[in-house]
């Protein structure tokens, strides 16, 4: 029977499984195409990607990562909610799509809904944010109701210089507000 994890309109969340899912993360994050705004962009070994599977696997008190399947069941990526600080309620989020056929299909707008819905009304959270240089990802934040709170000068060193990042989140407020307003 495959694992049903949480479902949004066409992506699905599931569990990680270092058996289905670690060698694509091996593939994924070696790709300087797919890391480029990645806070992890240096590449990681087979060892590394163990030793990081076996503390996603594991139930963290302050960390939820999930795989992320396509329509069709395919791996395509991995989004999860890190940091959380459970006296302030937020959390940061990650996200890669790292099959880019997977790209441009609104698979990372759902998998962040699907995130959105679990943390307010699963955990509890209050707040969810991230810093990201991708314009993609500041797209698919507008997108999913996430506010655009300010530019972080000078945020990460890449490729021979600084790049600044733009800080969104969103809060529960803002969420369940919108969902009244659809109901
Ligand atoms: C960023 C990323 C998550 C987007 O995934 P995705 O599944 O393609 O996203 P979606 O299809 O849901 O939405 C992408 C939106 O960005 C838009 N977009 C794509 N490239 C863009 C660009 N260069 N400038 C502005 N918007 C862009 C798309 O048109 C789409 O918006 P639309 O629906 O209004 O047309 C994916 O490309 C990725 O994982 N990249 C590598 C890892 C990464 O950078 N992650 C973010 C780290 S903060």
Redesign the pocket.
């Known amino acids: 029977m495959p694992i049903v994890g949480w479902k949004g309109e066409r992506a699905r969340l599931v569990p990680p499984d270092r058996a289905l899912h670690l060698e694509n993360a091996l593939t994924w994050l070696n790709d300087p195409e797919?890391t480029a705004?990645?806070k992890l962009n240096l590449g990681v070994s087979r060892r590394q990607e163990e030793l990081f599977f076996d503390r996603i696997e594991n139930r963290r008190e302050n960390d939820f990562t999930w795989a992320i399947l396509d329509a069709t069941e395919r791996h395509i990526?991995f989004i999860g909610l890190h940091e959380i600080n459970w006296r302030h309620r937020w959390a940061v989020g990650g996200?890669?799509?790292g099959d880019r056929s997977?790209?441009?299909?609104?698979?990372?707008?759902d998998a962040v809904r699907i995130r959105t819905r679990f943390a307010f009304g699963e955990l509890g959270l209050h707040r969810i944010e991230?810093h990201?240089m991708?314009?993609?990802?500041k797209?698919?934040y507008e997108?999913c109701g996430y506010r655009h709170e300010g530019l972080a000068r000078r945020k990460f060193w890449r490729d021979g210089r600084w790049h600044d990042a733009d800080l969104y989140a969103i809060l529960d407020e803002d969420w369940f507000a919108a969902r009244v307003d659809q109901s």
């Open positions: 797919i705004a990645l990526g996200l890669v799509i997977a790209w441009g299909r609104g698979y990372a707008t991230g990201t991708n314009p993609a990802m797209r698919v997108k």
